[in-house]
């Protein structure tokens, strides 16, 4: 019987920890700010779980089982992805961000100038 019992506290305990952080979490509903502009959080999750639980001796024969279950759930908002007229950008939250990120960050904005620059180039009258 008390493997009944530990099963259902797990059970219950990983259903409210499903309700709580499911995949809209991580990269959550759409804000649509007007026709042109949408917003897009992303967070990190993190989930810690235990449990455990035992027969306890008595003086009746009866089952008489003893446990508990425990989790926490810590959400980090990181970024937004912003989409504003079909340009799509990652807005990181940290001003630290590791030097990757960052690179990669800027490779949009620098390819954006750089076609904006050749863009101009072929433009202007040839003298």
């Given amino acids: 019987m008390s493997e ?5 506290l ?16 991580v990269i959550g509903k759409p804000i649509v700010v007007n026709e042109h502009v949408t917003i897009i959080p992303v ?11 035992s ?11 003893g446990g508990g279950a425990g989790a ?21 939250m940290t001003m630290n961000a590791a030097k990757e990120n960052a690179l ?3 490779v949009p904005e620098v390819i954006d100038k750089v076609t904006a620059f050749i863009d101009k180039k072929k433009a202007q009258p040839e003298e």
């Fill in 104 to 106: 990669i960050n800027m």
């Fill in 43 to 53: 967070s990190k999750v993190s989930v810690g779980f235990a449990s455990g639980g």
């Fill in 10 to 25: 797990v059970k219950a305990a990983t259903e409210k920890i499903h309700e709580i952080a499911d995949c809209e979490t």
């Fill in 55 to 65: 027969d306890l001796p008595t003086s009746v024969a009866k089952d008489c089982f």
């Fill in 72 to 92: 926490g759930i810590t959400i980090n908002p990181l970024a937004f992805i912003t989409i504003t007229d079909g340009d799509v950008k990652l807005l990181q």
């Fill in 4 to 8: 009944q019992n530990l099963e259902n």
